[in-house]
């Protein structure tokens, strides 16, 4: 299921030329880089935020709705998307940006939160509170394969090493049993 989501992104990318100084808009989501990494992302009227934010070839997704948290502390999120409610822990760590300092709520990119996200028109938070409350935002989808796209397949560009050329391909090593060391690994990216 993750090869077709792939594929999805990288032809998106391929149908959109871009420049990695620059921000674009995706319907509600926008894309943009800096210092190396890409960011995707869309905001709950302004009262919170909502992205992915990719770097060194890993991604994940964060939350920031403005509630205070503890660095390093682990916090529960509960997400509704077309698919179901899925329930996941993320990570509390302070990024700098522009205005300052945020507290953002990490949680890791998966197959099952990809294929939830990318089918779904809007995705709903659900975010406890110590009061017993719950502070929920609901983010549009709108524009969100696009932006992931144009992100991940500019960060591509920019991170692929040249190609090896044709008749240069490497020997396959022995190992002690007699059997075949493969020496060309297929990386699947994202």
């Known amino acids: 299921m993750r090869l077709p989501f792939l594929l999805l992104l990288f032809s998106l990318c391929l149908s959109q030329p871009a420049r990695a100084d620059d921000r674009v808009e995706h319907g ?5 880089f800096r210092d190396g990494m890409g960011e995707a992302s869309t905001h709950d009227n302004g009262t919170a935020m909502f992205g992915m934010l ?4 890993l991604c994940r997704y964060y939350f920031a709705n403005g509630t205070p948290c503890e660095a390093g ?22 990024m700098q940006t522009a205005n300052g ?7 890791g990119e ?5 294929d939830a996200f990318s089918q779904s028109e809007s995705v709903g938070f659900a975010f406890p509170l110590t009061s017993g409350q719950f502070r929920t935002n609901v983010f549009s989808m709108s524009g969100y394969s ?18 090896q050329e044709a008749g240069a391909s490497p020997v396959p090593e022995e190992v002690p049993d007699g059997d075949p060391v493969p020496t060309e690994i297929e990386i699947k990216k994202i």
């Open 28 to 32: 509600d989501w926008a894309s943009q």
């Open 54 to 57: 990719c770097a060194d070839r």
């Open 73 to 94: 502390n682990n916090y529960p999120i509960m997400l509704t998307t077309k698919v179901g409610a899925l329930a996941l822990d993320s990570v509390c760590e302070p």
């Open 101 to 107: 300092e945020v507290m953002l709520y990490w949680f």
């Open 110 to 114: 998966s197959v099952q939160l990809n």
């Open 146 to 163: 696009d932006a992931i796209g144009r992100m991940v397949g500019v960060l591509l560009e920019q991170q692929d090493p040249p190609q």
